[in-house]
Structure formats: structure tokens, C-alpha cells
């Protein structure tokens, strides 16, 4: 008769640490994690010493003290006695500017192109192929300098607007191009509040709110075409609802265009886009459109042939098939690579340094680093903001892909 | 029965008539433009406005082209010749100028070194592009990344052979140490060893050696007299060559189900995606130093290439990732199932698939660092765009500007459009669907 007995018990042996899979796992991780913080501690020494012996300790005091530089385009407040944390917040606002800016030319532009390129109409999609290619495979920061020469060296100087035998001339006596930037009637209001951003504050609002009234008239319209299967017509309601209020407000505040004028030897009054701001919009924009041209011709030959025949044999009118079955789904390919040519053209405003734009690179990057001696503390910052931007563009990327997910049943 | 039937029905023809070819106007070129140009009266408006916009630029384009002013030496010059104070090319700036944008201030009786280069170059690349040349061609794909720095740089020829030593020290205490530590430990050890080889022996020793038997090229004077499209190449394929390691490194970390390994390898990936190349060059120019044990100071080029490599094998890492990702789970459990273990299951079963799959992504990844490049510039490195600054405030050539742009875009196009029908091509040629 046998009897039963417990298996010896296995006792651990060093070894397993290696060779068993349940420990390996943990071995490599725990040496993965000692040299990483070896590598860590080295580095922070090495910095440690070498701050030293240069007399220098980890310090942002200094972004408090006076800058005591000027910045040409400014959205807020700001001197040459203001400090350099000020001038950071002016630079990262320039930075969002040609962000804003470029972002929406590119998206327009590369839409265009991109549809174009698909055209059945051989030379239209040929000039569209060179277009994208050339800007593809050319640098982009070539593309800038280029943008930025041709503004300075080949506009019109201002006094060639003056006299009467002037040899350049505004286009509808509204826009001056010349080599110093671009003069745009400005608008201003005579009866608003006195803050001019409180004022367009509350354009802004109301316009929000005619969109949010205007989307709740879509949705009626949709219940009733769901109760009764006819579509009620709304789009002149939605017309006004979403010109009027806007328009009365401005009306109301007293909204004016002050044009440029040529006074001396410059252009006074109006909007003074500079050089460099178009150049570096331009450039990034023409730049980025090839990209998001490629983006919009691959999501729409991606949908297959078989979806607008479907719709098509279901009796829909070819309008009616593009806006509902082929770009919603089109939309879902195209727009994760979108948001990621955005995060592209934000990063690659930072070569704004290259033509004088000040933005966040030119400023904390630039100038501040310059004057303060200070580079860890300006390029960790620098660095610091430059990496919000671009997590908060892929958190935003994140969101829409979760809502668009295929629902799968 | 088929007689009568035959004859019931006379009317069949019994012989086949030759085909008649089609109307002239659905065919041959003129079929071709009724097809693609003409169908419609709006595709018909669009032709024509299409058609006079490229008249136009050809228009602009080839009159302002064609003036021979090769022989120029200033921008005067070139105006006095054409007698034309604008709309007439000076291509007299890249007649004087181009070997500044090709080899920047590189010592001119060397300038043998980096064509040699390459050339070797192509030699090195070519059994890796075309798989039908003969394999023992990587022999010297493996030995050229060794000689490549040696070319451009010159000095003594033990540093790179010593080099090349560290790997082969590695390489053998991974195959004898494997059966007595098992792979892991060798692994971690070969890795050690190669690190003091290289950072401790390597100078002595070729001191040394170089001492005994004075083999060398001459070096040149210093690194930045590297420069225009010299700089970009050498750059570029350095940063290439190393990103492309690192990044499966880093794929495979991202991948991987070890905790402390991913999250190392995510935070790599995501902090340098999430900055622009400037400010990692930026790092490069004046904090790497800093970084540095205190007393090295080593080489701008060398600090520039180490910024670049890192940033743009994060970009790779995630390139790859994405072929790891599309890869299905059957093949991992394919690989389980025949026994093999975790790197051998990577090496014949994952990346030959996940590489082929993420060709495209990983050559455009190419060309987009091949393009930024022209970032050194910036920095105060002399690359084709730095230089066309300088040429440009040169007092001989204020003003040239379209001439000097096209001629460096044009040098960028080739190599980079080069690039990407070639990737185009490899997709063909790997495709195994139908």
C-alpha cells in the first residue's frame, strides 16, 4: 500500500532568478530599473559638478527680473521692463497663434488638394501630384527662409505707394503688401466696452450661442423627419439664426475698419502682420497641406467602391451619398493623421527662430537664454511647454478616436 | 440533326469577320482627352484654365531660366550680361558657390574622401536594397560604418578597427558565454565588456598601436569645416543606421509585459515626440556638455548626430510598433507553440513580418530626418541652408535668391523623392497578397 504524501516541498535556489519564468520577468525588470537609475544619478552628478565649477546653481528666480528686451508682436501687455516669465507667456501665445493660423490654411488647403489630386480630370490631378511632391521632399525649414526672402526682397517698399506715380499700389485700398509685412484694415469698436477683449468676448459668445441654437433646430428637424418621414425645411431659419444675432451685436458695439494708411514712410492704422509671421504661416501652411493632402486622398480612397455603389443602388443622389455614407466613414481614417500633422506644424513653428518670429524659441529659447546665461532652466521650461501643447493635441486625438471607434456588434 | 438544323437557319454566319477597329475619337490620344479632359463642359473649363496656369508658369519659368550667365561673378555682372535688372537667372552664384553647398569648408585636395564615401555607400547599400547581388556583400555593409566616419574624418585607422573590436569582443563572449552563464547573463555581460573596451581600452590601445604602426588618413583641421550637403549626408545616414536598432529596441520595450521596461520605454517615446528637434539641438549645443563627466567636450557634429539619432528613433520606435501591432496574434502563438524562445520568435518569425509591414512608415521616417537636417543650421552649423545665408550676404551676391533656393531644394527632392519611390518599389516587390 502506498502512501500518499505531500510533493517535496521546492525549495528556491538562486538560480530560479534566472532560468524560472515566474522570477525571470522580475530579474530583468529590477536591472532594467538599477541601470536606468545609475544612468540617472550619473547624469544629475555629472551636472551637479559641472554647475559648480561654473558657478552656477539650479535657479528660476530669474524669471522674475526685468527682461529688458523688446517683442514686436505682442497679444498681451508687455515692455521691455516686464520679466522674462511675461515674455515666456508672450512667446507661448505667439506660438499658438501660428498654430491656430497655420492649422486652419493647411486643413483648407490640403482638403482642396487632396480632392483634386483624386479628380478625373488628368491635368488637375497631375498639377496637384507636382504640388505635393515638391513640397514633400523639400525641407521645410527651406521653405520658411525661402517665404521670408521672398517678402523682404521682391514686395514693394512703402514709398513706392506714395506719390502719384506710385509703382505699386494697395489691393482694394484696404491691403498694403510691402517689404515690411502686410498692412489689413483693423476692426475696432466705437461704442463697446473698454476692454477690446471683453468686447470681442462677447461676439464670441453670442456667436457660440446662435451655433448651439442652430444645432438645436437640426435636431428638430431631425425628430420630426423621424415621427413623420418628411424633412422640414430649415435652412433659411439656420441662415439667420446664425448671421442676425452676430451682426447686431457688432452693430450694436459699433464694429469699424480702420484701413492702412501711408503716413511718412511707413503705413500707420490697421493690422500690421509682419514679415515673419507671414512668412513662417505660409510656409508651414503650403508645407503641412501637402501632408494633410495625402492624408484626405488616402481616407477616401480607402473607403471601398462598393459603399457609394450601395448607397447609390439604394437611390440616393450623389450629394446625398458623399455626406452620408462615403465622408463620415472617410472622416475616420483621416482625421487621427490630421491631428497628428497639427501636432507636426505646432512642433515645427519652433523654427519661427529662424526668421525672427517670436515665439516660445525666440523668447524663453531664445533671447532670455541669451541674457540670463541660464540654458538648463530655459530649455527644461521651453522643453516643459512644448510637451503640454503636444499631450494635450494627442489627449484631444485620443478622445475623438475613442467616440469614433467602429461600435461593432 | 445539326445539318437540318443548319440549314433550317441560314441566316448564321459560319465564319468570323475580322474586328473593325473603334472610332478614331475613343481611342489613341484624342480618345484619351475626350475621356480624361473633355467629358463634360465644366471638365472642359477646368482643362483649360488648368492648361493656361501651367502656360503661365512655363511661361515665367523658361525665359527666366535660360539666360547664360554661368561665367558671372557677382550679381552686377549678371545684370550688366542679360541687361536685365530683374526676371533673369545669375546662375553665376552656383557656378562659383556649389562647391561650398556640397562640401561647406571641407579641405579641398580631400575632397576625394566623402565622394569616395559615397560611392562606398552605394556599394554598402546595395546588397540590403537588392536582394539578388551576392550576400557576401554584407561583409563590407557591416565593415562600412566603421569606415564611413574614418573617410570623412581621417586620422589614425586603429580607432575605427578597435571599434569594430568592441562589437566582435561582444559578439564572442555572447556565443562562448552562453553555455556556461546562460544567454541572459552573457547578454547583460557582453554588454559590460563592450562598454569598458570602449571606454577605457579603446583610446589607450589605439594610442598605442597607432604609435608602432602609424597607419592613418590626414585628419581635417576641425568638424565644422564639415559642411553643406556633406554635413546633411553625414548626419543623416549616421542618425539613420542608429535609429533604426534603437527603435525595434524601443518597439519591442513599448510591447513588452514587463511593467518598469514599458514604462521606461513610453516615456523615451513620448517625451521626445512631444518636443521639436530645435530644442533637442538646442540641448545638443549648449547642455550636453553639462551632462557630460566634467572635462569632456567632445565634438559638435558628434553631439548634433546623438540628438538626431535619439529623436528620430523615437519616431521609428513607433513606426515599428504599429508593425507589431498589425501583426496577428497567431503568429506569436505560432512561434510559442514551436518551442522557440522570446528572441528567436522575434528574429525568424515577428520582425521579418512587422519590418515589412512598416517599410513605408520607416522610409518615410527617412526622408522626414534626411529633411530636418537642415535644422543644424540653426545651431550655427553650415549646412546647404546655412551656407545660402552666408552666400547671400556675401557683397558679391546680395540679392540672389531664387537661384541659390532652387538649386538646394533640387539637391533635397532627389534624394528624398529617390527615397520614397524606392520604398514604393520594395512594397511591390515584398508583397505576398494577391
Request: charged share 10%.
Given at each position: ?10 525549495s528556491?535556489r ?6 524560472d519564468t ?5 530579474t530583468?525588470?529590477v ?5 536606468f537609475s ?8 555629472n551636472?551637479?559638478q ?12 530669474f ?9 514686436n508682436?505682442?497679444?498681451i501687455?508687455?515692455?521691455s521692463q ?11 501665445l ?7 493660423l497655420?492649422?486652419a490654411?493647411?486643413t483648407?488647403?490640403?482638403?482642396i488638394?487632396?480632392v483634386l489630386r483624386?479628380?478625373r480630370?488628368?491635368i488637375v ?6 504640388y505635393?511632391?515638391m513640397?514633400?521632399?523639400?525641407p521645410?525649414l527651406l521653405?520658411?527662409v525661402?517665404?521670408m ?10 514709398r ?14 484696404a ?33 457660440a450661442?446662435s ?5 438645436l ?7 420630426t ?31 469699424q ?6 503716413k511718412?514712410?511707413?503705413?500707420k492704422?490697421g ?7 507671414i ?26 467602391k462598393?459603399q ?14 458623399m ?28 523654427l519661427a ?7 516660445i524659441?525666440?523668447?524663453l529659447m531664445?533671447i532670455?537664454l541669451n541674457?540670463t ?9 521651453g ?16 478622445v475623438?478616436?475613442?467616440?469614433m ?5 | 440533326m ?13 465564319t468570323?469577320l475580322p474586328e ?6 475613343v481611342?489613341?490620344?484624342i480618345?484619351?482627352a475626350?475621356?480624361n479632359?473633355f ?5 472642359t473649363?477646368?482643362?483649360l484654365v488648368?492648361l ?6 512655363f511661361s515665367i519659368?523658361i ?8 561665367s ?19 546662375w ?11 562640401f ?17 555607400l552605394?556599394?554598402a547599400l ?10 557576401k ?30 562589437f566582435?569582443i561582444g559578439?564572442?563572449?555572447?556565443k ?7 544567454s541572459?547573463?552573457?547578454?547583460v ?10 571606454l577605457?581600452?579603446?583610446?589607450p ?7 608602432i604602426?602609424?597607419?592613418?588618413l ?8 564639415i ?5 546633411a549626408?553625414?548626419?543623416g ?12 529596441v524601443?518597439a519591442l ?10 514604462t ?33 567636450n567632445?565634438?559638435?557634429v ?5 540628438m ?6 523615437a519616431?521609428m520606435?513607433e513606426v ?5 501591432a498589425?501583426?496577428p496574434?497567431g503568429q506569436?502563438?505560432g512561434?510559442?507553440s514551436?518551442?522557440?524562445?522570446y ?11 512587422a519590418?515589412?509591414?512598416s ?6 521616417t527617412?526622408i ?5 537636417t ?7 552649423l553650415?549646412?546647404p541652408?546655412?551656407?545660402?545665408t552666408?552666400?547671400r550676404?556675401?557683397t ?6 531664387w ?7 533640387v ?7 529617390g ?9 511591390r ?6
Amino acid at each position: 500500500m502506498t502512501t500518499l504524501s505531500d510533493p517535496p516541498k521546492e525549495s528556491f535556489r538562486l538560480s530560479m532568478l534566472l532560468y524560472d519564468t515566474r522570477y525571470r520577468s522580475m530579474t530583468i525588470q529590477v536591472i532594467a530599473l538599477i541601470g536606468f537609475s545609475a544612468f540617472v544619478w550619473w547624469l544629475i552628478g555629472n551636472t551637479a559638478q559641472n554647475m559648480a565649477a561654473l558657478g552656477k546653481t539650479l535657479s528660476f528666480r530669474f524669471l522674475w527680473e526685468p527682461a529688458g528686451y523688446d517683442i514686436n508682436q505682442r497679444l498681451i501687455e508687455y515692455s521691455s521692463q516686464s520679466s522674462h516669465f511675461r515674455a515666456a507667456m508672450v512667446g507661448v501665445l505667439n506660438t499658438l497663434v501660428i498654430a491656430v493660423l497655420g492649422c486652419a490654411l493647411a486643413t483648407v488647403l490640403g482638403i482642396i488638394i487632396g480632392v483634386l489630386r483624386l479628380s478625373r480630370n488628368w491635368i488637375v490631378a497631375r498639377i496637384m501630384t507636382v504640388y505635393v511632391e515638391m513640397f514633400r521632399n523639400v525641407p521645410v525649414l527651406l521653405w520658411i527662409v525661402l517665404a521670408m526672402a521672398i517678402m523682404i526682397e521682391t514686395q514693394p517698399a512703402p514709398r513706392a505707394f506714395k506719390g502719384d506715380d506710385a509703382t505699386a499700389s494697395m489691393i482694394f485700398d484696404a491691403v498694403a503688401i510691402t517689404n515690411r509685412g502686410v498692412f489689413v484694415p483693423a476692426p475696432s469698436f466705437t461704442s463697446g466696452f473698454a476692454s477690446t477683449g471683453l468686447n470681442w468676448l462677447i461676439v464670441l459668445l453670442v456667436f457660440a450661442a446662435s451655433i448651439f441654437v442652430v444645432r438645436l433646430v437640426r435636431a428638430r428637424a431631425t425628430a420630426t423627419q423621424e415621427a413623420t418621414g418628411i424633412r422640414p425645411t430649415t435652412w433659411y431659419l439656420q441662415l439667420g439664426l446664425l448671421i442676425v444675432p452676430t451682426a447686431i451685436v457688432l452693430l450694436v458695439m459699433g464694429l469699424q475698419w480702420t484701413s492702412p494708411e501711408l503716413k511718412g514712410f511707413n503705413f500707420k492704422g490697421g493690422l500690421h502682420l509682419r514679415n515673419s509671421l507671414i512668412a513662417l504661416w505660409l510656409a508651414l501652411s503650403l508645407y503641412t497641406a501637402a501632408f494633410i493632402a495625402e492624408n484626405v486622398r488616402s481616407g477616401i480612397m480607402a473607403i471601398s467602391k462598393g459603399q457609394s455603389e450601395a448607397a447609390g443602388a439604394l437611390g440616393l443622389r450623389p450629394n446625398r451619398i458623399m455626406s452620408l455614407v462615403v465622408l463620415p466613414q472617410a472622416l475616420r481614417v483621416i482625421i487621427p493623421p490630421l491631428i497628428s500633422q497639427y501636432l507636426n506644424l505646432t512642433k515645427n513653428s519652433s523654427l519661427a527662430i529662424a526668421v525672427g518670429y517670436m515665439d516660445i524659441t525666440g523668447t524663453l529659447m531664445g533671447i532670455s537664454l541669451n541674457q540670463t546665461g541660464r540654458e538648463l532652466e530655459t530649455l527644461l521650461l521651453g522643453m516643459l511647454i512644448y510637451l503640454t501643447i503636444s499631450l494635450l493635441i494627442s489627449a484631444a486625438m485620443n478622445v475623438y478616436n475613442a467616440r469614433m471607434q467602429l461600435v461593432e456588434r | 440533326m445539326s445539318d437540318t438544323h443548319a440549314q433550317t437557319v441560314a441566316y448564321v454566319r459560319e465564319t468570323m469577320l475580322p474586328e473593325r477597329a473603334p472610332p478614331a475619337t475613343v481611342v489613341g490620344p484624342i480618345g484619351w482627352a475626350r475621356e480624361n479632359l473633355f467629358s463634360s463642359p465644366a471638365n472642359t473649363v477646368i482643362t483649360l484654365v488648368a492648361l493656361a496656369f501651367v502656360y503661365l508658369i512655363f511661361s515665367i519659368l523658361i525665359p527666366w531660366a535660360s539666360h547664360n550667365t554661368w561665367s558671372a561673378t557677382s550679381l552686377a555682372d549678371c545684370r550688366e550680361m542679360t541687361g536685365k535688372d530683374h526676371g533673369a537667372a545669375c546662375w553665376g552664384v552656383i557656378n562659383e558657390r556649389w562647391r561650398q553647398i556640397l562640401f561647406g569648408n571641407y579641405p579641398e585636395h580631400l575632397r576625394w574622401r566623402p565622394i569616395l564615401d559615397l560611392v562606398l555607400l552605394g556599394v554598402a547599400l546595395a546588397p540590403i536594397l537588392f536582394t539578388n547581388l551576392p550576400r557576401k556583400m554584407l561583409y563590407f555593409s557591416a565593415a562600412y560604418p566603421f569606415i564611413m566616419p574614418w573617410l570623412i574624418w581621417g586620422g589614425t585607422v586603429w580607432v575605427p578597427v578597435l571599434a569594430a573590436m568592441g562589437f566582435v569582443i561582444g559578439f564572442l563572449v555572447i556565443k562562448f558565454g552562453e553555455e556556461v552563464l546562460g544567454s541572459l547573463l552573457a547578454m547583460v555581460l557582453a554588454v559590460v565588456v563592450a562598454l569598458v573596451w570602449w571606454l577605457f581600452l579603446l583610446s589607450p590601445l589605439s594610442d598605442v598601436l597607432s604609435s608602432i604602426l602609424p597607419i592613418g588618413l590626414e585628419p581635417i583641421g576641425s568638424s565644422r569645416d564639415i559642411g553643406g550637403l556633406l554635413l546633411a549626408f553625414v548626419i543623416g545616414v549616421v542618425a539613420i543606421g542608429c535609429s533604426l536598432p534603437i527603435g525595434i529596441v524601443l518597439a519591442l520595450g513599448r510591447q513588452s509585459n514587463l511593467l518598469i521596461v514599458k514604462t521606461l520605454c513610453v516615456g523615451f517615446i513620448e517625451f521626445i515626440r512631444g518636443v521639436p528637434l530645435i530644442t533637442l539641438l538646442f540641448v545638443a549645443s549648449t547642455l550636453l556638455n553639462i551632462f557630460m563627466p566634467p572635462g569632456t567636450n567632445f565634438d559638435i557634429v558628434l553631439r548634433v548626430i546623438i540628438m538626431v539619432t535619439l529623436f528620430s528613433s523615437a519616431y521609428m520606435a513607433e513606426v515599428i510598433r504599429g508593425g507589431l501591432a498589425a501583426l496577428p496574434k497567431g503568429q506569436y502563438e505560432g512561434g510559442d507553440s514551436l518551442g522557440l524562445n522570446y528572441w528567436q520568435a522575434q528574429r525568424l518569425i515577428i520582425m521579418p513580418q512587422a519590418l515589412k509591414i512598416s517599410i513605408p512608415g520607416i522610409v518615410s521616417t527617412f526622408i522626414g530626418l534626411f529633411k530636418d537636417t537642415t535644422l543644424v543650421s540653426v545651431i550655427g552649423l553650415m549646412d546647404p541652408i546655412g551656407w545660402a545665408t552666408a552666400i547671400r550676404a556675401d557683397t558679391a551676391w546680395i540679392g540672389v535668391l531664387w537661384e541659390l533656393y532652387a538649386f538646394i531644394a533640387v539637391l533635397f527632392f532627389i534624394v528624398c523623392f529617390g527615397m520614397s519611390r524606392y520604398s514604393m518599389y520594395l512594397e511591390r516587390k515584398l508583397k505576398t497578397s494577391h
